[in-house]
């Protein structure tokens, strides 16, 4: 079983940046696709951004050139920069894994508490 552990939320302005990180466990780490979703009040879980093995990522258009996913598969952890933030980008992060980037929405890990991040004035 793969857990996940989130870090990093906190509250802050519109234009400011937070740095999340996802700590995971388990065997099988670098052999799959890491994803950060988000969830806000009142909507569905979807997909932010997603790493594969090699490098590769994709973005959500609603964050594409803010957010910037990367991975460390020695350390087993993935990380989300985010840049220029928006009230919209409220919500909680969850991290998970899938076997590529064309299946994150199959994620194989167990859903961890994720972290709060909040973007008001």
């Known amino acids: 079983q793969v857990q996940f552990v989130e870090s990093g939320g906190g509250l802050v302005q519109p234009g400011g940046s937070l740095r999340l990180s996802c700590a995971a466990s388990g065997s099988i780490f670098s052999i799959y696709a890491m994803g950060w979703y988000r969830q806000a009040p009142g909507k569905q879980r979807e997909l932010v951004a997603a790493i594969a093995v090699g490098g590769r990522a994709i973005y959500s258009d609603s964050v594409k050139g803010r957010f910037t996913i990367s991975r460390d598969n020695v350390n087993k952890t993935v990380a989300l920069q985010m840049n220029g933030l928006k009230p919209e980008d409220t919500a909680v992060y969850y991290c998970?894994?899938?076997?590529?980037?064309?299946?994150?929405?199959?994620?194989?890990?167990?859903w961890g508490q994720g972290t709060q991040v909040t973007v008001s004035s």
């Open positions: 998970n894994a899938s076997p590529s980037l064309a299946t994150m929405t199959r994620a194989i890990g167990s």
